[in-house]
């Protein structure tokens, strides 16, 4: 006798724990994606890494937004370009970039002896065109002359770090002697250029003479100091050694900080220590913040958005003297007001230092005058980029171009042809968070 075949229909019970596998499968992918390790990306125009994990709490992103979730109309923190304009990044190894520069058609070979190039300067002009020029050349020699320690870091990030609760050292990316092995450069840190000898293409340090084939200056801008206010009493932050000594000396208790220069640096660094608790006086010649920025209404814009903030602008006043009263400071003004404060910061501006230009006979225009395509000083084999720099008698103080800069002056050093460096005017990210803004 055969035996009966039973069919089998799913009981209800079964079915829900069918669908309750499936759905268990859903969620598990779904976690796998979100557990997916962080991307970063780079900026195409300025150089800016967005890193997913951190993401961009000032521009709205809070941190773990994927690249995909950018809404399409974010900007760039830096320098105001879109999403569309990033590419994934990885930190470059040496060995990836000897690789890429022997994978390359052999537009460069090395001359015997030859010095190679020296470049003064390690902020991101001078790292940028380091990595530029080791990503076409493998044995180039490249020298990095600077007076700090050449760590690398985004110098805007000193205007938002209290309101983002970064430590100071949390602003390096990368240790100077930590890019000079990945690049394969010789870094030569807390080093001072002291003179240009143009007829015999040395460059004089305090350690010593250098040769060089090519002479880059990337040496950047000062912080300018008004005339006759006192150098030893008056914070000027341009650079991350000044910004750890300010933070330092604000403590953890609320200061009263008085602040002299209303522009960018100046707007952006009252609206972050009035953030980090301290109470800020603001003062400017103009009669509103951002005046280059009148038409754009960008003053009237942050005044409005430090309503809610302990920061008081005064403008249409001339700070006249800066003089210490026990262990506070007194701000005289030339018609007659007087301020006290903790600590006194002057942004007044930058200014490129002069003395190695003129020890090069290099042309002035308030900058090193170069060559508005190839960017060629007036002097062979001596280029400029970056804030030192000035293109027909302007000046060139933003971070977008300092990438197109760094390629159209590596190629023109390794003898490549040269795409013409196109000056071109900034899109201006102005990161006091409490308002960011974007200006032309």
């Known amino acids: 006798m055969t035996p009966a075949t039973t069919t089998t229909t799913p009981s209800a019970d079964s079915a829900f724990a069918l669908s309750a596998a499936s759905q268990a499968v859903h969620n598990a992918l779904a976690e796998a994606a979100t557990q997916a390790p962080w991307q970063s990306y780079i900026c195409n125009a300025c150089g800016y890494v967005y890193h997913e994990a951190d993401g961009d709490p000032d521009g709205g992103l ?56 020296v470049i003064v300067g390690a902020g991101r002009a001078g790292w940028q065109l380091a990595e530029t020029l080791r990503l076409h050349s493998a044995t180039l020699p490249i020298t990095l002359v600077t007076a700090c320690a050449g760590d690398r870091y985004d110098k805007p990030l000193l205007s938002v770090a209290m309101a983002r609760q970064l430590d100071p050292l949390a602003l390096v990316s990368e240790t100077g002697c930590d890019a000079a092995l990945r690049l394969g450069v010789t870094l030569l840190a807390h080093t001072h250029a002291v003179r240009i000898c143009a007829d015999t293409r040395q460059l004089r340090t305090t350690r010593g003479v250098l040769r060089y084939g090519h002479l880059v200056l990337a040496h950047g801008a000062q912080a300018n100091l008004p005339p006759g206010l006192p150098a030893s009493l008056c914070w000027r932050i341009n650079h991350l050694d000044a910004y750890q000594r300010l933070r330092q000396h604000l403590g953890d208790q609320s200061k009263d900080v008085l602040i002299i220069g209303a522009g960018l640096v100046g707007s952006e660094l009252a609206n972050d220590l009035a953030l980090g608790g301290h109470h800020i006086t603001l003062l400017d010649t103009a009669t509103e913040p951002l005046a280059r920025w009148h038409d754009q209404q960008a003053g009237p814009q942050l005044l409005d958005a430090w309503k809610d903030l302990s920061i008081r602008f005064e403008g249409g006043l001339q700070v006249e003297q800066v003089e210490r009263v026990g262990s506070r400071y007194r701000v005289s003004t030339t018609s007659g007001q007087r301020f006290a404060a903790d600590e006194v910061v002057v942004a007044a501006g930058l200014v490129p230092p ?87």
């Open 62 to 117: 809070p941190p773990g937004t994927r690249l995909a979730d950018i809404p399409d109309d974010w900007a760039c923190p830096l320098c105001g370009v879109t999403k569309a304009d990033f590419s994934p990044y990885e930190a470059p190894t040496l060995e990836a970039l000897r690789a890429q520069a022997s994978a390359a058609p052999p537009a460069y070979i090395r001359p015997r002896d030859e010095p190679g190039v």
């Open 354 to 440: 002069q003395r190695l230009a003129q020890s090069a006979g290099l042309d002035w225009a308030q900058g090193i005058a170069v060559d508005a395509g190839t960017l060629q000083t007036s002097v062979p084999r001596i280029h400029a980029l970056g804030d030192c720099i000035s293109i027909n008698g302007q000046c060139s103080r933003y971070i977008e171009p300092i990438a197109r800069q760094a390629r159209t002056l590596a190629a023109a050093i390794l003898g490549q042809p040269v795409a013409p460096y196109e000056h071109r005017a900034a899109v201006v990210r102005v990161k006091t968070t409490s308002r960011p803004l974007t200006l032309h």
